[in-house]
């Protein structure tokens, strides 16, 4: 822009150069305080212009100004429009403002209008505040009432106990209410760990836990919580401010305390008081206060709320043990007055019963008796067992017991004991022995000795015969025999002893007969005379009758010849020799045997030798024993029967042990045994017997397999080889465990699980079946509702149609997650997206003992992460099935 007024010249003085005109100066700044200062224009009104293109110059540089000070002026004196001006700019003003002073500015005007509105409707007050306080207040109002509830619950409990009386004496010697003292020690707490989490993102901002105590990854635990508040919320249609606030888990307990912008998360070991709500809330509502900005904007950053981990600290120092301070003279006295008398009377029956064991014990070290039973009740002593006729009498062992006789109930068995000392007993009464016998007890056998004649000795052996087994052998081997007959014997033996010692005389028989003596054999002529030999033996040579022969061969073949002469044997047995031994073989009678037995005893020194050994015995009770020994070996190599003991006594045999019902009948075995049925006596105990083919018959019984299943048995192994329903697989795995405690091999792994057709089908829909999410949710959109509505159906009729199988379903929903942020997170939302699904089929009406669930993070992607639909493929949950 380009001026025309003329630049201002200061007028100067002609007679001077260097001087200036004073008086062109004065009008000069008398014009320029004119045109700045309006007020002053007044002021200089008699004073004349300097120069009028001032006024031009006045009009350039501040003539705007000038006119917006004049447009001010006038808005400043109409009240009307200055409200509407400063109604414009006055929201923008107090945005821009500084918050304390504009608080400092406004809290005055503030306070006037609400009380003012207050005074004029208060209505209107209660109205807005209505939604607000009613909740807060009905919460507070609701743990005042469990609080009262908890206290009287507990006074209760312990008013009548033990505890109540010491803590009753507490609550007098302290001077607190009775109440107090049972809340201190009964409400035994401890906050283990807190957490802080964000309302919106459900994102951990702070955790701090105890000392020594333990805990899983915090961000896990904090997803969960935030799942199932958010699942509670939906499933419920709950409001944005109520949630779940406390939950139970044996002996822990999550407290949740709701705030603006986090919700606080306690865990409490033990019994908590009610009390406890309002001390977290106030640590929740300290740090909002302290940091209500830095919570509402939290983004997974907590670098800027350092210090709440401070506040959280002073939550898990929390807690209450039980006191046990002051001593408890009370209940002790008043313990000490049940336990004395109580301990005499446990004493007096303890000193009773350790009499009565001593009475027991000296019974069971008496020969002869078996206790078979003995105990104490109600002050009586009660006993029973087995008493042998010889043995001492129990009643007459309680002297010096100090057992009372009339409280002890016997009641003994007589039975035959085979103590050595009993059986000396019962032989003595039953053989009187003469004077020149005796008898004692040798190394558990009896044994007889001395003198006796030939028809007590009889009777001894068939005593000795009789003997029961298992008991001690009687010995009678060194009775002497003492009839007249036995004397003369023994004087005949002594003198053929005489002569068979006496060189070049070879006895080949003696024997005795009708009171007569025979001998013969060889005698060299240069021998002493066997008649000479008589003198001094006491043997009439009147009854000798000898032959001797000068010469006689010992050649095995020769004597041979003589035992067939002389023994006559019978055609079933054979006599041959055998390296110099003459040996008999067959069968024969005792009575051949017996003579030949004789004969081998008095072949001459020096020949060879008489084995009369594999002769069998072929008398009625030697074949009966040896059919029996059959039978019995036969017996005990049947499958399924153990032989526990047999014997044969008096011409009947008698056998005892264990028998499977599945095996072979022993009465029937005994056809073609020679043994008599009507001699025979058999007690058996049935059991179970372990081996396999008898394993299989039970488990065919029981099992009942189907047609395609068949059973084998491979080196004591029992293997099931074909196809079976899973219910029926299963009740044969339950039957390999049970059998496997016994130490026997049932192999199911051949085992095909047979499922039906349509099943098949409908499980390959079903697993074909995704559920999909949005990214950081863990509830499914609403486009995924049809989907849910539509799995819930098959699911039901798949395990309506597998228990017609008979089958049983189980479905496990699996959860996954993109790669998108921290691992753990992703785990747990993962899991939280399955948990949700599984809620979400089961208000749908899926039985829930039929779903299980887990979460597998980001390791089974369904696609890679780098592809175009990666991220949203992973974001799902998948179902499998499974029959069993």
């Not at 009187?432 to 007890?441: F, G, K, N, T, W």
């Not at 010849?561 to 019978?570: A, D, G, H, I, V």
């Not at 039970?698 to 491979?714: E, G, H, K, N, T």
């Amino acid at each position: 822009m380009t001026s025309t007024v003329d630049p201002i010249s200061l007028p100067q003085a002609a007679s001077n150069d260097t001087e200036i005109d004073r008086e062109a100066l004065a009008s000069l700044l008398v014009e320029i305080a004119r045109n700045v200062d309006p007020d002053y224009r007044a002021r200089f009104d008699g004073v004349p212009t300097a120069d009028p293109r001032m006024e031009t110059l006045r009009q350039l540089l501040v003539g705007r100004e000038i006119s917006e000070l004049s447009r001010v002026t006038h808005l400043l004196d109409e009240p009307e429009q200055l409200a509407s001006a400063v109604g414009g700019v006055l929201p923008s003003a107090a945005a821009r403002a500084p918050y304390a002073q504009l608080g400092e500015a406004l809290a005055p005007a503030v306070e006037r209008a609400v009380q003012r509105s207050i005074q004029k409707s208060p209505r209107t007050l209660t109205d807005i505040l209505y939604p607000v306080f009613l909740p807060a207040i009905r919460k507070s109002i609701g743990e005042k009432i469990d609080q009262t509830f908890q206290s009287l619950n507990e006074t209760l409990r312990h008013i009548f106990t033990w505890h109540g009386l010491k803590w009753r004496f507490e609550a007098w010697r302290t001077g607190a209410s009775f109440s107090e003292v049972v809340l201190k020690h009964s409400l035994v707490y401890r906050v283990e760990h807190v957490f802080l989490i964000n309302r919106n993102s459900g994102l951990l901002i702070a955790h701090v836990t105890a000392d020594n105590a333990t805990s899983e990854d915090p961000q896990l635990i904090s997803s969960m919580l935030s799942a199932i508040q958010d699942f509670v919320k939906d499933s419920f249609n709950e409001k944005e401010q109520s949630g779940l606030d406390t939950i139970r888990f044996g002996e822990l307990r999550l407290w949740s305390e709701v705030g603006p912008f986090a919700t606080l998360v306690a865990v409490i070991r033990g019994n908590p008081p009610e009390e406890l709500h309002e001390i977290i809330r106030d640590v929740l509502l300290r740090i909002h206060d302290e940091c209500s900005q830095a919570l509402e904007q939290f983004d997974g950053d907590s670098s800027q709320l350092a210090g709440v981990e401070t506040q959280l600290q002073t939550c898990v120092e929390l807690k209450q043990e039980d006191s046990n301070q002051g001593f408890p003279w009370l209940v002790v006295a008043a313990v000490l007055l049940v336990l004395i008398p109580a301990g005499g009377w446990f004493f007096l029956s303890w000193q009773s019963g350790q009499r009565w064991q001593a009475y027991v014990s000296r019974l069971s070290t008496q020969p002869g008796i078996i206790v078979a039973e003995q105990k104490m009740r109600d002050g009586q002593f009660y006993i029973a067992g087995l008493r042998d006729p010889l043995a001492a009498d129990p009643q007459s062992l309680l002297s010096g017991t100090q057992v009372d006789p009339a409280r002890v109930h016997s009641h003994w068995q007589f039975y035959q004991s085979l103590e050595p000392e009993f059986v000396l007993k019962r032989l003595t009464a039953s053989l009187a022995p003469l004077d020149s016998v005796r008898l004692s007890i040798v190394n558990d056998r009896i044994i007889a000795e001395g003198e006796a004649p030939d028809t007590w000795i009889d009777r001894a052996r068939a005593a000795a015969r009789q003997l029961s087994a298992g008991g001690p052998v009687f010995d009678i081997s060194k009775v002497r025999d003492v009839s007249p007959e036995a004397r003369a014997a023994e004087r005949w033996q002594a003198y053929v002893s005489r002569l068979s010692t006496q060189p070049g005389i070879i006895v080949a028989e003696q024997k005795m007969r009708d009171g007569q003596f025979y001998i013969a054999g060889l005698r060299d002529p240069l021998a002493a005379d066997p008649q000479s030999l008589l003198s001094g033996t006491q043997v009439d040579p009147a009854r000798v009758h000898s032959q001797w022969q000068f010469y006689q061969s010992l050649e095995p073949e020769f004597v041979l010849k003589r035992l067939t002469e002389s023994l006559t044997p019978p055609k079933s047995v054979r006599l041959s020799i055998v390296n110099d031994r003459i040996i008999a073989e067959g069968e024969a009678p005792d009575t051949w045997i017996d003579r030949a037995r004789a004969a081998a005893r008095q072949l001459s020194a020096g020949g060879p030798e008489f084995d009369i050994s594999k002769v069998r015995d072929v008398s009625p009770e030697a074949r009966a024993a040896e059919h029996w020994q059959h039978y019995v070996s036969r017996l005990e190599a049947q499958a399924g029967i153990i032989v526990a003991q047999q014997t044969a006594r008096g011409g009947h045999f008698y056998i005892s042990g264990l028998r499977d019902p599945q095996a072979a009948d022993p009465q029937a075995l005994l056809s073609g045994t020679g043994v008599d049925p009507a001699r025979v006596h058999s007690q058996w105990q049935f059991y179970q017997s372990l081996d396999p083919k008898f394993v299989v018959k039970r488990l065919m019984a029981s099992l009942a397999p189907p047609d395609s299943v068949r059973f084998s048995i491979i080196k004591d192994r029992i293997v099931l080889v074909g196809e079976a329903p899973a219910a029926w697989i299963d009740r044969a795995r339950v039957a390999a465990q049970q059998l496997a405690a016994d130490g026997l091999s049932l192999e199911i792994s051949e085992l095909r699980e047979l499922t039906p057709q349509e099943l098949t089908r409908l499980r390959e829909a079903i697993q074909a079946v995704d559920i999909f999410f949005d990214s950081g949710k863990a509830v499914p959109g609403p486009e995924q509702l049809p989907v849910l509505d539509k799995l819930a159906n098959q699911l039901k009729e798949l395990a309506k149609d597998a228990r017609k199988a008979g089958v049983t379903a189980q479905f496990m929903l699996t959860g996954h997650s993109d790669a998108v942020g921290r691992e753990t997170t992703n785990a747990s939302i993962s899991a939280a997206r399955a948990e949700t699904v599984r809620a979400l089929l089961k208000k749908r009406g899926v039985a829930p003992e039929s779903l299980l669930v887990r979460g597998a993070g980001t390791f089974e992607p369904a696609e890679t992460e780098n592809s175009r639909t990666g991220s949203s493929a992973n974001r799902r949950v998948s179902v499998t099935v499974n029959f069993h």
